[in-house]
Nanobody, 124 residues
């Protein structure tokens, strides 16, 4: 069983930074590619960033490229999302997910395990 628990969300002013963490558990979690998605009120869940199981490949949505950085620790048990230069449009619930099938890192349907989400609110 794979479990994911996000933390680190909160309220920040525009231009500020936050670091989200995703604590993972499960015997084979280190073999999963991991992703972050976000969902704003009334909108669909959107891809934000992903990292391969080997940590050698990272992918970003155009809207966050250059501002956000995804990483995972050496033990591959925690995934981070460093968010800098935050904008009000980054306000959303952020979800950590483990990709269990397929090769499209941006497709939420390829992620079989999800955390409960953490709220990020950016004030203008």
């Amino acid at each position: 069983q794979v479990q994911l628990v996000e933390s680190g969300g909160g309220l920040v002013q525009a231009g500020g930074s936050l670091r989200l963490s995703c604590a993972t558990s499960g015997r084979t979690i280190g073999t999963y590619s991991m992703g972050w998605f976000r969902q704003a009120p009334g909108k669909e869940r959107d891809f934000v960033a992903a990292i391969s199981w080997s940590r050698s490949d990272t992918y970003y949505a155009d809207s966050v490229k250059g501002r956000f950085t995804i990483s995972r620790d050496n033990a591959k048990t925690t995934v981070y999302l460093q968010m800098n230069s935050l904008k009000p449009e980054d306000t959303a619930v952020y979800y950590c997910a483990a990709r269990s099938r397929g090769t499209n890192y941006a497709a939420s349907g390829n992620y079989g395990y999800w955390g409960q989400g953490t709220q990020v609110t950016v004030s203008s």
